[in-house]
């Protein structure tokens, strides 16, 4: 199955939420994420091959024959008894003007109106908002500044918040261990 998914520049809010909703839809096959009641604690990343034993993937694809490759980096985690998706985060490129955005496939079971959040170990936390929900769970995403992605590279963990439908704080360390590898590697890809 070729999904050709483009995010444009993240200031216009419609394309921003028409990027995201594309995203959505190549995420899909995930399948449903956790319940309310599962314990993030459990959540553990995706094993790579033994291979590779960078967790973060670099996937590639196109819409049709002559069109211009579309990249992005990702780290799936799962649940450790189910296996379901708990969280998904992908970065992406714009093709157009080069400038990075990280979307957050988030899961079911959560308080909206909170919004999710986004730290680099114990740096500065920014909270954006959910900008879309549907079966398989909840969507935000935010253009990445140059000094994040920076923080990025040199961090070990991205921790990534947000509060259950009951109002408790849920954080989910996301490793950044090959982050820069993979970020390299995509970017390298013309």
């Not at 599962?38 to 094993?47: C, I, L, R, V």
């Not at 590279?153 to 009951?166: A, Y």
Request: hydrophobic content about 40%.
């Amino acid at each position: 199955m070729k999904i050709m998914i483009v995010i444009s520049a993240m200031t216009n809010l419609p394309r921003r939420i028409a990027g995201t909703a594309a995203l959505c839809l190549g995420l899909a096959w995930l399948g449903p994420a956790f319940a309310e009641d599962a314990k993030p604690a459990q959540a553990k990343e995706s094993k790579p091959g033994p291979a590779d034993s960078n967790p973060w993937a670099v996937n590639c694809s196109s819409g049709s024959a002559g069109t211009e490759l579309q990249c992005q980096l990702s780290q799936n985690l799962t649940e450790a008894k189910t296996g379901q998706r708990v969280l998904t985060v992908t970065v992406r490129r714009d093709n157009a003007n080069g400038s990075l955005a990280m979307l957050l496939a988030l899961p079911h079971g959560l308080f909206l109106p909170s919004g999710a959040s986004y730290q680099v170990d114990q740096g500065q936390k920014t909270t954006i908002a959910i900008q879309t929900s549907d079966q398989n769970g909840a969507y935000a995403a935010t253009p990445l500044s140059p000094d994040l992605v920076k923080a990025m590279k040199s961090g070990t963990s991205l921790n990534i918040g947000m509060e259950s439908v009951t109002r408790k704080p849920v954080t989910i360390p996301v490793s950044l261990a090959g982050f820069t590898a993979a970020l390299a590697k995509l970017e390298s890809i013309k």
